[in-house]
């Protein structure tokens, strides 16, 4: 595969003017039924060509293919997807000073995320939320941590990392936080405290495995923290095997009483040091009934589930086309 080509543009360039935000917010829409996330970025952005071998992953396109991100996000609403996830899960200021950006430059390039799924939730006429997605510091690492978790930091350590990348993204005025791929409950814990302070609605997702989180917590433990806090529109779990999903549907729901947000990977099994994908996809779309009929109400793919399954998805749920305005299609949770 090729890098994406570079845009030309600065970081500090101002990326051109996007659409208005959504006409209700996304926690009055999860209220009404069922709503569509997106899928795998980084495997839609792979499929478009981009080279994401870079250790900044997909955000290394927030500078060197804006381009390319935004037209990955476009292929999502065009499937139906009414939530778009950002390019900033494995973003933060250090990495982006590894690269050369001053603290300036980094803030312009979290900013860059938000108004590029913007731009692309404009491209339909209907309701498209935008969330930006603050990934655990383990991503930010690039060495698999995110799956482990157990980081040797402390709540209050992981608060002084997370502040600044949260500010950044709550100051491009989101619709909501993606607090997503969470392997620790004591990240949870400094995530909720952090996001806390800016208003913003958030989700909080965890990675799961066996009914615990991948740090080895009950689950009940882990989804409690959501409880009571009416900022957390939704609680759940990503980027885990369609499997652990549908025991985890439940599990949240009945702890919390809150929406359920899931969306898993494919089911496919990822080798490290091959640095490939193995097995078959175990992804069945019609497993969003069972997700539903337990309390799921954001739903949609992480790893390896791409725009076609989005659009299955779509189908069965009945969303809006990509070219229909919101309310044509009448969604069956509520109708």
């Known amino acids: 595969m090729q890098p994406a080509r570079d845009s030309g543009r600065d970081s500090r360039d101002p990326v051109r003017p996007f659409a208005g935000t959504p006409s209700r917010s996304l926690a009055a829409a999860l209220a009404a039924g069922t709503v569509l996330l997106d899928g795998g970025l980084a495997g839609q952005l792979e499929a478009q060509g981009c080279d994401l071998s870079d250790a900044l992953w997909s955000a290394r396109l927030l500078a060197d293919g804006p381009e390319q991100i935004e037209a990955a996000h476009t292929a999502y609403v065009r499937a139906g997807a009414q939530v778009l996830i950002t390019a900033s899960y494995q973003a933060s200021f250090e990495g ?6 001053g603290r300036a430059e980094a803030a312009a390039l ?12 404009g491209s339909v006429e209907r309701d498209v939320w935008v969330a930006a997605s603050v990934g655990p510091y383990g991503a930010v690492t690039a060495d698999g941590a995110e799956y482990r978790g157990r980081y040797g930091l402390s709540v209050r350590e992981l608060e002084r990392f997370h502040r600044p990348r949260i500010e950044a993204l709550a100051a491009a005025r989101p619709d909501a936080l993606a607090l997503e791929t969470v392997p620790d409950s004591d990240e949870a814990e400094a995530l909720l405290q952090v996001a806390g302070e800016c208003g ?8 799961v495995a066996d009914g615990k989180t991948r740090a080895g917590q009950p689950l009940e433990e882990a989804f409690g ?13 990503n980027c885990c095997d369609p499997a652990d999903a549908d025991r985890a549907v439940r599990t949240a729901a009945e702890v919390t009483g809150k929406p359920v947000v899931v969306y898993p990977n494919s089911g496919e099994r990822w080798d490290a040091g091959r640095r490939r994908w193995a097995g078959g996809a175990t992804f069945d779309p019609r497993r969003v009934r069972a997700w539903r009929a337990a309390g799921a109400r954001l739903v949609g793919g992480c790893c390896r589930v791409g725009p076609d399954t989005i659009a299955e998805l779509a189908a069965l749920l009945g969303t809006p086309a990509a070219n229909h305005t919101e309310g044509e299609t009448e969604d069956p949770a509520t109708g």
């Open 225 to 237: 923290l959501a409880t009571g806090r009416d900022q957390v529109v939704a609680v759940g779990v």
């Open 96 to 101: 982006f000073g590894r690269r050369g950006f």
């Open 110 to 121: 979290f900013a860059r995320s938000v108004e590029l799924a913007r731009r692309a939730a």
């Open 200 to 207: 913003l609605p958030v989700w909080l997702s965890y990675t």
